[in-house]
């Protein structure tokens, strides 16, 4: 079995001069940040791989759980990530190689959202209509994969738990 962990950054600033990819975060994604990676911590995820979009608030919201994360993940950040829809999400999950246990990826709506709702082996449920309903700045989504990752499918993963940062901080 194994893990996939999809996490979406946390709040970004509205605007930077150089541009959408090179927005960071607000101090209330800072705080977001810290606190799904007081949560990341407490449940002792521990990805062997993260995949990040490269842009600033992606980098900056792995740069708040890296110090939870030990041993320390394969780092490698992807201009291919950067707004990323679904499918596109769903194929570089396939390239992830077969003996890789656990990969987390970090990434932007709506496309990471619409992942982990196309993922998920119950369309309905608690969990699928909080993942539904709302996946905010810094929400993270865990799964359980039973088969290899070249195999993954729409339906062929199990959603355990959402975790989002203002459940994180009680």
Not at 33 to 42: G, K, L, P, Y
Not at 46 to 64: H, K, N, Q, Y
Not at 80 to 105: H, I, T, W
């Amino acid at each position: 079995m194994s893990g996939l962990f999809l996490l979406r950054h946390a709040k970004a600033v509205a605007q930077h001069a150089e541009g959408d990819r090179a927005r960071g975060l607000s101090e209330a994604g800072r705080d977001s940040a810290r606190a799904i990676a007081a949560a990341i911590a407490e449940r002792r995820i521990l990805p062997s791989l993260v995949l990040c979009s490269d842009s600033a608030r992606t980098r900056e919201t792995l740069a708040f759980v890296l110090p939870v994360l030990k041993p320390a993940p394969e780092i490698l950040y992807e201009e291919g990530l950067y707004l990323a829809d679904a499918k596109q999400l769903l194929q570089r999950l396939r390239r992830v190689p077969e003996p890789v246990r656990s990969v987390m990826l970090v990434g932007h709506n709506p496309g990471l959202q619409e992942l982990a709702a196309a993922l998920s082996d119950q369309a309905t449920g608690p969990l699928m209509t909080r993942l539904t309903q709302d996946f905010p700045p810094a929400a993270l989504a865990r799964f359980e994969v039973s088969l290899p990752w070249p195999a993954l499918e729409p339906g062929s993963a199990r959603l355990m738990a959402i975790l989002v940062p203002t459940a994180a901080k009680r």
